[in-house]
């Protein structure tokens, strides 16, 4: 009786939290599927070079943040993403990306990228992610970066994790004040959460979002506690509604520019074609990606689950 009780009680709370998309690299899965962008990721956002130059999984040498492992033992391995000079995108048709050095992951099903969008983006879900600085790549926070972000056709991003010092035109003081925290920020590029980005700590984040009603809420935590609220359920009316306000999950490093003074007036307003790069090689770590549908609650960590729409009191890293 007592194990027909449990295998009830595993398929209520398989029920609990359907996940739609799961990146949470398995220990099976290769460097060599990334080279063909084969499993959950498509690699193609990159450099001149083979995914492997710019991606790796890491196996068992680091492991990745202990939020999801089953009975205390990891069931995913951390991926490391890079960028270096190589890393010029040129989009399909399109010129070399040269203000941006990038390489992303593209979240993607068994019938590709563009298939899982709206498996992904209906009602409300909750995109998961966990993100660690690479003690050997370091960033340059005097440039901002643009690391996580669902991007629709238009440009624009739903949300974003941003860090680094936010780009401007004409370059403002750097770096600026909050450039080492790891920013939530929404459509119109409010800031919604911020926190220090603490190396050898995984940071995770869940992002619950409403795609009918068009709001924003940010769940947190370190390591293994437990994710929690870190703001109220927040409009995002600006971000557009229906199948154009829809796009792909991306992770990864994408690095931005700083104008550079020698360019003309035209090419300074260009930020993804000009722009002063050094081609140093930086990278992050990342582990926990996933997407779920929000049936009864929202994956909290250690098998425990948050309600949908928490609210919480604004912390005060929010007004920094
Ligand atoms: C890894 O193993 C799982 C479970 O056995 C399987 O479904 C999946 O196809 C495998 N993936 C790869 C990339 O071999
Ligand atoms: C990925 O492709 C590059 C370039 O062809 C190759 O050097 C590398 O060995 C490949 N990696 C794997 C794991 O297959
Ligand atoms: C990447 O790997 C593929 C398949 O192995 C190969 O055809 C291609 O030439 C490689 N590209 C580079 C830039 O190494
Ligand atoms: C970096 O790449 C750019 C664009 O390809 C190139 O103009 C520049 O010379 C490279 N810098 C270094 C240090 O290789
Ligand atoms: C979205 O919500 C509608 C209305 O409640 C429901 O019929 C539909 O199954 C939901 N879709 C998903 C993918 O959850
Ligand atoms: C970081 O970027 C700034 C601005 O371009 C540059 O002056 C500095 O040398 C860079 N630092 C490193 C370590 O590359
Ligand atoms: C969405 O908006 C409608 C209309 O204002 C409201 O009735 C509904 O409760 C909202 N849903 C959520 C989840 O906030
Ligand atoms: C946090 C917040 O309220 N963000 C914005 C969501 O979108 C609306 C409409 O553009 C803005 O007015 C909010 O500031």
Do not use: C
Request: charged fraction near 10%; hydrophobic fraction near 40%; proline fraction near 8%.
């Amino acid at each position: 009786m007592s194990f027909l009780f449990l295998l009830v009680a595993l398929f209520v709370l398989a029920e609990a939290t359907p996940i739609l998309y799961d990146g949470r690299a398995p220990f099976n899965l290769t460097n060599s599927d990334l080279n063909t962008s084969t499993g959950p990721y498509l690699t193609v956002v990159k450099g001149s070079q083979n995914a492997t130059h710019y991606s790796t999984l890491l196996g068992h040498l680091v492991p990745p943040t202990p939020l999801w492992n089953q009975w205390g033992v990891p069931t995913e391995q951390t991926i490391s993403i890079t960028i270096d000079n190589s890393s010029v995108f040129v989009p399909g048709g399109g010129a070399p990306q040269y203000g941006f050095r990038r390489t992303e992951f593209l979240a993607q099903g068994p019938a590709g990228h563009t298939a899982l969008i709206p498996e992904i983006e209906v009602n409300t879900t909750v995109f998961h992610f966990s993100v660690q600085t690479d003690p050997a790549k370091p960033l340059n926070y005097t440039h901002e970066y643009q690391v996580v972000f669902i991007e629709p056709n238009d440009g624009t991003h739903v949300f974003e994790l941003q860090l680094g010092s936010p780009y401007t035109n004409p370059t403002g003081t750097l770096p600026a004040p909050n450039a080492h925290a790891l920013k939530i920020r929404d459509h119109a590029l409010n800031l919604l959460f911020s926190t220090t980005f603490i190396p050898f700590t995984w940071h995770n984040f869940a992002i619950q979002v409403d795609w009918t009603n068009r709001t924003l809420a940010v769940l947190y935590s370190q390591d293994d506690a437990p994710l929690k609220a870190v703001t109220d359920v927040l409009p995002n009316l600006s971000a557009t509604a229906g199948t154009a306000g829809q796009g792909d999950f991306h992770f990864g490093v994408l690095k931005l520019p700083l104008v550079n003074p020698a360019d003309s007036t035209a090419d300074q307003g260009d930020v993804v074609h000009y722009g002063i790069q050094e081609g140093t090689t930086e990278g992050l770590l990342y582990s926990g990606v996933f997407v779920e549908s929000v049936a009864d609650g929202i994956s909290a960590g250690g098998g425990s689950f948050r309600p949908v729409g928490t609210s919480a009191p604004p912390l005060p890293s929010i007004s920094e």
